[in-house]
T-cell receptor, first 114, second 111 residues
Framework: EPEVTQTPSHQVTQMGQEVILRCVPI?????FYWYRQILGQKVEFLVS????????KSEIFDDQFSVERPDGSNFTLKIRSTKLEDSAMYFC????????????FGPGTRLTVL | DAKTTQPPSMDCAEGRAANLPCNHS???????VYWYRQIHSQGPQYIIH???NNETNEMASLIITEDRKSSTLILPHATLRDTAVYYC????????????FGGGTRVLVKP
C-alpha cells in the first residue's frame, strides 16, 4: 500500500539554525500539507500546497517557514531560524484531491531545538 | 467548521464493539463528518467519513443521526492495536482543505 514517508525521523538542532524537513507524498497525490504537534498538544495545521503554490496557511506559518516541491517527488518544509518553541512533531500529509478527500499522513519528524 | 464535542477518554474490552460518540450540534448542511485516529504520536490515520447516510468500511462504521447533530464511530471488534486517540472532525468546503483537530477521545482497549 502506498504511503507518505518523511525524513529524518528525528532532527536535533541548535536555536537559530535552519532545518529542512523532507517528505515524499503518495505518487499520484496532488495536494500536500504540513501539520505540527507540540508534545501533549493538539495537531495543528500549518500549510497546504497545490500546483506549486501555497493554497492556505495558518497564523503559525510565518516568514520563518517556507515550503517547496523541488522535484516531482519531494515536498519540503524549511524553518529558517529555529526557536525553542518550534520543537514538535511535524507531519506531512497528501491527498489525491482537495475538499472531502482523505489526507494520508506520514510518520512524522520529531524536531528538537536546543 | 462546526465545533465538535467528544468525551476525553473511554475504555473498552478487547473483542467487543467500541462506540465512540461525537456531538456536532451546529453542523450545517454541507459539512461532512470525518474520523481520524492517532496511535501513540504516529501520524493521524483516516478512518471514515460521511455526510448524512451511515457508512461502513473495513475499519469501522459511522452512524450519523437523522438531524446530523451527532454521530457514532463503531469499531466492531476492538483489538489492542485500536488503542489510540480518535478525532471527530467536521469539514466544510468554505473552511478549505485543512483538518482542524480537537482534543479527541483517548480510547484504551483492555484485554
Amino acid at each position: 500500500e502506498p504511503e507518505v514517508t518523511q525524513t529524518p525521523s528525528h532532527q536535533v538542532t541548535q536555536m537559530g539554525q535552519e532545518v529542512i524537513l523532507r517528505c515524499v507524498p503518495i505518487s499520484n497525490h496532488l495536494y500536500f500539507y504540513w501539520y505540527r504537534q507540540i508534545l501533549g498538544q493538539k495537531v495543528e495545521f500549518l500549510v497546504s500546497f497545490y500546483n506549486n503554490e501555497i493554497s492556505e496557511k495558518s497564523e503559525i506559518f510565518d516568514d520563518q517557514f517556507s515550503v517547496e516541491r523541488p522535484d516531482g517527488s519531494n515536498f519540503t518544509l524549511k524553518i529558517r531560524s529555529t526557536k525553542l518553541e518550534d520543537s514538535a512533531m511535524y507531519f506531512c500529509a497528501s491527498s489525491e484531491r482537495d475538499i472531502y478527500n482523505e489526507q494520508f499522513f506520514g510518520p512524522g519528524t520529531r524536531l528538537t531545538v536546543l | 467548521d462546526a465545533k465538535t464535542t467528544q468525551p476525553p477518554s473511554m475504555d473498552c474490552a478487547e473483542g467487543r464493539a467500541a462506540n465512540l460518540p461525537c456531538n456536532h450540534s451546529t453542523i450545517s448542511g454541507n459539512e461532512y463528518v470525518y474520523w481520524y485516529r492517532q496511535i501513540h504520536s504516529q501520524g493521524p490515520q483516516y478512518i471514515i467519513h460521511g455526510l448524512k447516510n451511515n457508512e461502513t468500511n473495513e475499519m469501522a462504521s459511522l452512524i450519523i443521526t437523522e438531524d446530523r447533530k451527532s454521530s457514532t464511530l463503531i469499531l466492531p471488534h476492538a483489538t489492542l492495536r485500536d488503542t489510540a486517540v480518535y478525532y471527530c472532525i467536521v469539514r466544510s468546503k468554505a473552511a478549505g482543505n485543512k483538518l482542524t483537530f480537537g482534543g479527541g477521545t483517548r480510547v484504551l482497549v483492555k484485554p
